[in-house]
């Protein structure tokens, strides 16, 4: 492949959805911007002569299929366009943009497939709009059942249904692996979203498995009342819990930190939080907040889980307030195949092996029984969901070659 090819395509994407104000990126499933992801990505594969399908739940795959080759056993790679609120460039395109460059570098091989390779682009991968995350491919496998989907409404209220319909597209919720074709493997490539690759100064890495984890929303219910006429003894203030319910989610989460590898530990997370009535001088009257949980096995998180829990609800004793939580998802523990994972070392030779603390559409096809493996490209920071998330081009172009040699290894 030449660099060009890339570099091209990197440049043209970069631009769709991004908001100028904060160098973030906004694609939202089912909004105008990821629809003019979407329209690129149409576009690059029309110039590749690659066969678009799709299915109802907003996933599509592009074939790339020379010579007269049946569409069954098919090698599957791609990963999300859509982003985190104000999410940074590579988290999802990268996979998306380095699969087509694959495709770019197999053709300059030469290379006659024995089967046919799919670039899969996933719905909604991060939940940014409709809180669960990797809401494609769950309906996609049947993790998420369609009665399920159709009741998910966005922070705006709109639910899914309509939101598919406002962009002109017919909702038909259901399974759908068959538009990846009986696939006999899932290769997802994707920016480390951590420094372990930085630590151990290496391009790219392979993936062992995905932490379990979930998102829980805990409701904390007061009294709303007046902020300075309220005397401190009458206040029944949601926000105190809370706040006291977040200190103690980190403090847990970091007592966790046994050991020093990347798979020890825990983590918790609220990221997103609302208030009712939202006024200055109002005591809330609710306060909605979001707890992102992950440890290293599943004991450990629902331990760390219920610990939180516990807390809180002490805590709401004492203020007076009374708190309800209900998970929105929990995802269990995935172990990438070990096969594939052995043929693609033979292939790549001995790259780090890391687990990942972050949900990805591989860990879903994996729980549903696809071979699958992940392929991360290093970050030099870190830092990702945030705008400031990057990888050296170098290192694009050296994950571009890295699943090249994959994809070649399983297609021949
Ligand atoms: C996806 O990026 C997640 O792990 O939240
Ligand atoms: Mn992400
Ligand atoms: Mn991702």
């Known amino acids: 492949m030449?660099?060009?090819?890339?570099?091209?395509?990197?440049?043209?994407?970069?631009?769709?959805?991004?908001?100028?104000?904060?160098?973030?990126?906004?694609?939202?499933?089912?909004?105008?911007?990821?629809?003019?992801?979407?329209?690129?990505?149409?576009?690059?594969?029309?110039?590749?002569?690659?066969?678009?399908?799709?299915?109802?739940?907003?996933?599509?795959?592009?074939?790339?299929?020379?010579?007269?080759?049946?569409?069954?056993?098919?090698v599957i790679t791609g990963s999300h366009l859509d982003s985190?609120?104000?999410?940074?460039?590579?988290?999802?395109?990268?996979?998306?943009?380095?699969?087509?460059?694959?495709?770019?570098v197999l053709c300059e091989r030469g290379?006659?497939?024995?089967?046919?390779?799919?670039?899969?682009?996933?719905?909604?991968?991060?939940?940014?709009?409709?809180?669960?995350?990797?809401?494609?491919?769950?309906?996609?496998?049947?993790a998420l059942a369609a009665d399920q989907a159709n009741l998910l409404r966005d922070a705006d209220g709109t639910q899914l249904p309509e939101a598919v319909a406002a962009m002109g597209l017919e909702p038909r919720f259901g399974p759908s692996l068959d538009l990846l074709c009986d696939p006999v493997a899932f290769v997802e490539l994707h920016i480390e979203q951590g420094r372990a690759l930085a630590d151990v100064d290496a391009p790219v890495g392979l993936a062992t498995?995905?932490?379990?984890?979930?998102?829980?929303?805990?409701?904390?219910?007061?009294?709303?009342?007046?902020?300075?006429?309220?005397?401190m003894a009458d206040r029944r203030d949601p926000m105190l819990t809370y706040a006291m319910t977040a200190l103690a989610a980190n403090k847990r989460a970091r007592l966790a930190e046994t050991g020093t590898g990347e798979g020890s530990g825990a983590r918790a997370t609220f990221g997103r939080v609302e208030v009712a009535p939202n006024g200055v001088n109002a005591i809330a009257g609710t306060v909605t907040a979001w707890l992102d949980a992950r440890a290293a096995d599943e004991t450990a998180l629902q331990s760390l889980v219920d610990d939180i829990m516990r807390q809180a609800h002490d805590r709401a004793a004492r203020d007076g307030t009374t708190l309800a939580v209900v998970a929105e998802s929990v995802t269990p523990a995935v172990a990438f195949d070990e096969r594939l994972r052995a043929r693609l070392v033979r292939r790549l030779g001995d790259l780090p092996m890391l687990p990942t603390q972050a949900g990805h559409d591989a860990g879903i096809l994996a729980t549903a029984g696809v071979p699958a493996a992940m392929l991360f490209v290093r970050n030099p920071t870190g830092v990702s969901h945030s705008p400031t998330e990057y990888a050296d081009p170098a290192d694009c172009l050296a994950g571009v070659h890295a699943l090249a040699d994959a994809l070649e290894e399983l297609l021949t």
């Open 2 to 74: 030449r660099s060009t090819s890339f570099e091209a395509m990197w440049k043209d994407l970069a631009a769709l959805g991004r908001d100028p104000r904060t160098g973030g990126y906004r694609r939202y499933a089912w909004t105008p911007a990821l629809r003019a992801c979407e329209s690129w990505f149409t576009d690059e594969a029309g110039r590749r002569g690659l066969t678009l399908e799709a299915d109802g739940n907003g996933n599509a795959v592009a074939w790339w299929r020379p010579g007269p080759l049946r569409l069954e056993g098919g």
């Open 84 to 104: 985190v609120p104000d999410g940074g460039a590579y988290d999802g395109p990268l996979g998306v943009v380095s699969a087509l460059a694959a495709v770019d």
């Open 111 to 142: 290379v006659r497939p024995s089967r046919p390779l799919g670039i899969a682009v996933f719905i909604e991968e991060e939940g940014a709009r409709f809180g669960l995350s990797c809401l494609g491919s769950r309906l996609m496998t049947g």
């Open 209 to 231: 498995g995905i932490w379990p984890h979930g998102r829980w929303r805990f409701t904390f219910t007061g009294e709303a009342n007046h902020a300075g006429t309220t005397r």
